[in-house]
T-cell receptor, first 113, second 114 residues
């Protein structure tokens, strides 16, 4: 059965700290791994990763994929209170790009002032 | 260009009742997927509709059914509601054959079963 596991499940840090969120997966026919930020409602897209070792960056956020060890990390540097959210990791798997995503449980990040 | 729209945003139902949730996909998208997100959990795939047919289904009972109309909009129906059906129901739209970063989510429908 396809599975995506995130760790830690929750995290409390102070502004300015750096955090690393983890995502491991076991799926058949991996196509891509996606990271989302969710604040109460719709998940908002952060990154899509398809190739190992290539870092994606957007401001203070960055992510990388290891397809050999089947995991990805999401780094957030110089955290701000606005980074407080649930971070979701999802994998698209299957014989074609069908748009079906398998999500992890999410990591709840709280950034204190 | 409207994104994915869902209705209603919140609703409260009683155990045993039936509910219908609606979704209009992003313009140009032809595929609609539904997810259930229980409190503190990640979204779980319910099913996906393409060309008015259910193309894929997750591990959900037959009480969960759906429909897609010719204009690509979709409905999720849940019969014989249980307390455990209380969750955020997310609709995601995409264009078949495109990769994951072209998937768009709606704001969701919060269902509370009492």
């Amino acid at each position: 059965e396809d599975k995506v596991v995130q760790s830690p499940l929750s995290l409390v840090v102070h502004e300015g700290d750096t955090v690393t969120l983890n995502c491991s997966y076991e799926v058949t026919n991996f196509r891509s791994l996606l990271w989302y930020k969710q604040e109460k409602k719709a998940p908002t897209f952060l990154f899509m990763l398809t190739s190992s070792g290539i870092e994606k960056k957007s401001g203070r956020l960055s992510s990388i994929l290891d397809k050999k060890e089947l995991f990805s990390i999401l780094n957030i540097t110089a955290t701000q209170t606005g980074d407080s959210a649930v971070y979701l990791c999802a994998v698209e798997a299957g014989s074609s790009n069908t748009g079906k995503l398998i999500f992890g449980q999410g990591t709840t990040l709280q950034v204190k002032p | 260009d409207a994104g994915v729209t869902q209705s209603p945003t919140h609703l409260i139902k009683t155990r045993g009742q039936q509910v219908t949730l609606r979704c209009s996909p992003k313009s140009g998208h032809d595929t609609v997927s539904w997810y259930q997100q229980a409190l503190g959990q990640g979204p779980q795939f319910i099913f996906q509709y393409y060309e008015e047919e259910e193309r894929q289904r997750g591990n959900f009972p037959d009480r969960f059914s759906g429909h897609q109309y010719p204009n690509y909009s979709s409905e999720l129906n849940v019969n014989a509601l249980l307390l455990g059906d209380s969750a955020l129901y997310l609709c995601a739209s995409s264009f078949t054959g495109r990769s994951g970063n072209t998937i768009y989510f709606g704001e969701g429908s919060w269902l509370t079963v009492v």
